[in-house]
């Protein structure tokens, strides 16, 4: 098997956030459920829009902030989203493509606009997310490289897309070129409204297609219908060789070949928005795990750049991601 071009190629929704700070009853008079992501209509994301306060735009998607984050470690990226060939299109792929990820997929020409996710982060830190997948949701299996996805030693791809139906069978090629070249397979849950929407199918995804799972404690319990994350650790434990499970403020438990490890999180002065936290972990952990690191330096790793994430406002790193780890005396 040759070595791969790049460390991690991601799949996603090719998503523009737009991050508001507001309150609970901001969330209630506006009819947003609190925590979750809820998908909407265009005439949704323009009504929630003009009635947010003053926000920060910049290029988001669970998985794109994921692939941000393992770029700003000093690992090699590219992704696979779907955006319109308008302004907000622009953006995103500008973005991207600034950061040295390879981004190449053709813009829709036609149909809907660019997606824009509209977070709303109250004084507790959550994030309630009301999501227009616009142009995101026309991914289909022709816009996934096979030579891409052989060329890259881990494919990562987010719940979300299991939303729209060619979205998933595009996941699904993906997954097949992946493992047909020898490569890994990675999955986060993304949400457990999501999980809720599709828990028999990704039951089934993480057992027979998975390699690396994702899920924080909310998602990994919903996933096996248990009331306990013991419960639910002892299941993934069965079904994938790597499972990342996050705790928040608890740390991270991992599953490598059976074997469970705690890892603890990292110090943060003052939460101010959990947005991307998550998928930031997701890029610590799959770049240590690129680089060949152990389980628990892979933690170390999701730890740090997770915490950082949720630091200040926005979901993209701020501070110097390899300063960080290396002040941590971590060596990949």
Request: aromatic share 6%; charged share 25%; hydrophobic share 40%.
């Amino acid at each position: 098997m040759s070595e791969p071009k790049f460390d991690v190629a991601g799949i996603g929704n090719a998503i523009v956030d737009v991050i508001s700070e507001g309150t609970d009853e901001f969330l209630t008079a506006n009819k947003v459920e609190k925590g979750a992501m809820t998908l909407i209509d265009e005439d949704r994301a323009t009504e929630l829009y003009g009635v947010m306060g003053s926000a920060i735009e910049v290029s988001g998607g669970s998985c794109g902030n994921t692939i941000a984050g393992l770029a700003a470690l000093g690992g090699t990226a590219a992704y696979i989203g779907k955006v319109r060939d308008d302004q907000l299109g622009q953006v995103f792929t500008h973005d991207i493509r600034a950061l040295g990820v390879d981004f190449t997929t053709a813009p829709a020409t036609d149909g809907p606009a660019t997606a824009r996710c509209l977070i709303v982060v109250t004084p507790d830190a959550q994030r309630s997310m009301s999501t227009y997948l616009g142009a995101a949701g026309g991914l289909t299996p022709d816009d996934v490289p096979e030579d891409l996805i052989k060329a890259s030693a881990i494919t990562y791809m987010e719940g979300y897309l299991w939303d729209p139906p060619g979205a998933k069978e595009a996941f699904l090629k993906a997954a097949g070129i992946a493992h047909s070249a020898g490569r890994l397979v990675s999955l986060t849950l993304s949400d457990s409204f999501c999980v809720d929407r599709f828990r028999t199918e990704f039951r089934e995804l993480a057992k027979d297609e998975v390699d690396i799972l994702f899920a924080n404690e909310d998602e990994i319990m919903s996933l096996y219908e248990v009331d306990t994350f013991d419960a639910a650790l002892q299941s993934v434990r069965k079904d994938c060789k790597f499972a990342a499970l996050t705790r928040s403020e608890a740390g991270s438990v991992i599953v490598a070949d059976g074997e469970v490890h705690v890892v603890d999180a990292e110090p943060v002065s003052q939460v101010l928005d959990t947005t991307g936290a998550g998928d930031l972990y997701a890029a610590g952990f799959l770049f240590g795990l690129s680089k060949g690191a152990d389980p628990v330096t892979c933690g170390r790793l999701g730890s740090i750049a997770a915490a950082e994430a949720i630091s200040h406002y926005g979901a993209r790193p701020q501070a110097d991601l390899k300063a960080l780890v290396k002040d941590k005396g971590l060596a990949v």
